[in-house]
């Protein structure tokens, strides 16, 4: 089951600053926040991931609450190439192994 | 970034035939690679666990003789459908494991869209 919760879409202006939220209230202390993209018709793509402290890269900034239970993936100026199903997984150890739990996602749509 | 290729990117064979997907990591080793099925307007739902040299692990559920998987070398790891049937078309993706600032981290493959008729 997916330990993530998501709003099912948003919308948001091109140009303007997109903030995405993500619920995780039974985050372990070893689980890790990963962010990933999936594109119409295309494998996933790697966004950002964090465990603690806020993190950024030339995508996207993770914003993660202090006490976990929740994350707001940035994306500072959405452009239309943005639109896409936005995933928020968290990495948790499974049976010895680390595994991805996807949840629904959610829908990007960016409006010109 | 690490890339991860699949080959080919879509199929369309007839009831009975056998499909076989190769997932490839183009720039780095990968002795972890996973296998995932995707239908319309769902998430991604992991299918096996696929470790070079070894047997693969399937999730429960996952028919290990209809979807065989292979990794034989570290850069290279094969999905074959088994006498695929109509409600074997799907999206299938597979990613490769890999390692960034202290966690493992998953690189995707394109998607290989099968259809069945």
């Known amino acids: 089951d997916a330990k993530t919760t998501q709003p099912n879409s948003m919308e948001s202006n091109e140009e303007e600053p997109v903030h995405l939220p993500c619920n995780h209230s039974?985050?372990?202390?070893?689980?890790?926040i990963h962010w990933y993209r999936q594109l119409p018709s295309q494998g996933p793509e790697y966004v950002i991931h964090g465990l603690t402290s806020n993190v950024n890269n030339r995508m996207a900034s993770l914003a993660i609450a202090e006490d976990r239970k929740s994350s707001t993936l940035i994306l500072h100026r959405a452009t239309l190439r943005d639109a896409a199903v936005y995933y928020c997984?968290?990495?948790?150890?499974?049976?010895?192994?680390?595994?991805?739990?996807w949840g629904a996602g959610t829908k990007l749509i960016i409006k010109p | 970034g690490a890339v991860v290729s699949q080959h080919p990117s879509w199929v369309i064979c007839k009831s009975g035939t056998s499909v076989k997907i190769e997932c490839r990591s183009l720039?780095?080793?990968?002795?972890?690679m996973f296998w995932y099925r995707q239908f319309p307007k769902q998430s991604l739902m992991l299918m096996a666990t696929s470790n070079e040299g070894s047997k693969a692990t399937y999730e429960q559920g996952v028919e290990k003789d209809k979807f065989l998987i292979n990794h034989a070398s570290l850069t290279l790891s094969t999905l074959t459908v088994t006498s695929a049937h109509p409600e074997d078309s799907s999206f299938y993706i597979c990613s490769a494991r890999a390692w960034d600032r202290g966690t493992e981290t998953q690189y995707f493959g394109p998607g290989t869209r099968l259809l069945v008729l």
């Open positions: 720039d780095f080793q990968a002795t972890t």
């Open positions: 997984i968290l990495l948790t150890l499974m049976d010895s192994n680390y595994q991805l739990i």
């Open positions: 039974t985050i372990s202390g070893t689980d890790y």
